[in-house]
């Protein structure tokens, strides 16, 4: 007997004629997204799996879609690196890149995004996805190692996208215009800007504004309601900046814990209730909180954490196994827990314990830090373990830092050496990769 296997639209909760994106200062209606989506995919190769570098996050999107009606597979990798690109390749038979030119990469097959004339629409038939259709494979951002590949179900990206939509309460804002300072190939990129938008009937903006004033302008131009997805660099260089801020409906944080202090800033300057999500590339987002109003995670709808002694695992809802989550929790019941930093990062100097992201909250607290990270040196059984520290604080001096750190953490986990730095070499979603940060520390004086 055949089986037969639930089938899901590519969009939903968007009406006819409605506005899907907002590219370079024109409004695009949704019936100019699924033809362009038609067109594409009726061109691409015959392949498996795709590299979707285009960086215009409307021609992401219709790659992305493109790609499902071809049953193909977006390949998201953490960064583009002729090493790791080569891996992939390697990897994935006949992987090829799709890119709107600004990228491209030697070693595979390339396809460039051809826009079509502004306006033109062939079909507007909505198109149907498998359930469990393989839509993507993200990977991990292999700061503990090799990027892992985490496979994802169009299934299961729509019911995360639907079970976000819920617990923020975003239906209050139908037809709201999503901004994103996070590119659309991360995975919280990928769940809160194109997801988010194509299964609940929100507008996005094409670009990915990266400067305070961009931002600024790009909010300017999109009508209300409208939201801001974003990350604490992005967050904390906007509300440092003296211009006034365009309100938004809806804002979001993701890829580190903000300081209630932070938050508090950011809904004041923003006028709008500030939410974070915790999640990873394994799971996804796995839960959400309004820093103001508790320390408390909540798991998203369907979601359960249990522990045993190799850590706290999650299941259930869109995550469709059983995922260990690697940082330490404190549960407080099978769907509110307390976060208490990465496994990864827990420190342990003179028999004290404390984790790199308890030290960062409080260096990043110091007035006159711009941006600081503490940094645990290569393992040497012959040396005492030092911390050491990054620190981006024009105005400051290095005793400065030191002496308001010793009003805030214990003496052993003062950094030694502190160094102080123009800027940390941040990726695009704010992270930093740790060969990154051992070159700045080899360059340091």
């Known amino acids: 007997m055949r ?21 370079r200062g024109r409004q695009v209606a949704v019936e100019e997204f699924l033809s362009d989506v038609y067109a594409l995919a009726g061109s691409l190769p015959d392949r498996r799996y795709v590299l979707n570098v285009c960086e215009d996050r409307y021609h992401f999107m219709v790659g992305f879609g493109a790609a499902l009606l071809r049953e193909q597979v977006s390949l998201l990798p953490p960064n583009q690196t002729p090493d790791l690109i080569g891996k992939l390749g390697a990897t994935y038979d006949g992987l090829y890149c799709l890119t709107d030119g600004a990228t491209a990469h030697a070693s595979l097959e390339t396809v460039f995004y051809r826009a079509r004339n502004a306006g033109h629409v062939s079909v507007a038939r909505m198109p149907s996805i498998l359930a469990n259709q393989c839509a993507a494979i993200v990977f991990t951002s292999g700061s503990t190692g090799e990027p892992v590949p985490s496979p994802k179900t169009w299934g299961s990206l729509v019911a995360s996208a639907h079970a976000e939509a819920e617990r923020l309460g975003l239906h209050a804002h139908a037809g709201m215009a999503l901004l994103g300072t996070v590119p659309p190939q991360h995975m919280y990129g990928l769940e809160s800007t194109v997801l988010l938008a194509m299964q609940n009937g929100f507008a ?16 300017a131009l999109l009508p209300p309601p409208r939201g801001l997805i974003t990350t604490p ?33 950011a809904e004041a300057r ?70 208490h930093g990465r496994t990864a990062d827990l420190v342990n100097i003179a028999g004290k314990r404390t984790s790199l992201a308890h030290l960062n909250y409080h260096l ?11 940094v645990m040196p290569e393992e040497n059984s012959d040396a005492v373990t030092r911390l050491m520290a990054l620190v981006v604080a024009p105005g400051l001096t290095m005793e400065a830092v030191l002496d308001a750190l010793r009003q805030r953490i214990d003496a052993a986990f003062l950094p030694r ?29």
Do not use: M
């Open 417 to 445: 050496p502190l160094h102080l730095v123009s800027a940390l070499p941040r990726n695009a979603t704010g992270k930093l990769p740790r060969r990154a940060l051992s070159q700045l520390l080899a360059a340091a004086p």
């Open 364 to 374: 990043n607290s110091i007035e006159g830090v711009v941006d600081g990270v503490f």
């Open 233 to 265: 660099v992005h967050l904390r260089a906007l509300i440092s900046d003296e211009e006034k801020i365009p309100a938004v409906d809806f804002l979001l944080c993701a890829t580190a814990p903000l300081s209630p202090q932070l938050a508090a800033c």
């Open 204 to 219: 996005v903006h094409s670009g990915r504004p990266f400067y305070t004033s961009d931002i600024r302008e790009a909010l």
């Open 3 to 23: 089986t037969v296997t639930n089938k899901l639209p590519l969009l939903r909760g968007i009406t006819a004629g409605a506005t899907f994106a907002y590219q």
């Open 270 to 339: 923003l006028s709008a209730p500030l939410y974070e999500i915790y999640g990873c590339t394994e799971a996804g987002q796995v839960a959400t909180r309004r820093t103001l109003n508790s320390a408390e995670w909540l798991a998203l709808p369907g979601i359960k954490l249990h522990q045993n002694e190799k850590g706290t695992w999650a299941r259930g809802g869109h995550v469709e196994s059983t995922v260990l989550l690697n940082d330490v929790i404190e549960l407080r019941g099978a769907q509110r827990f307390l976060l």
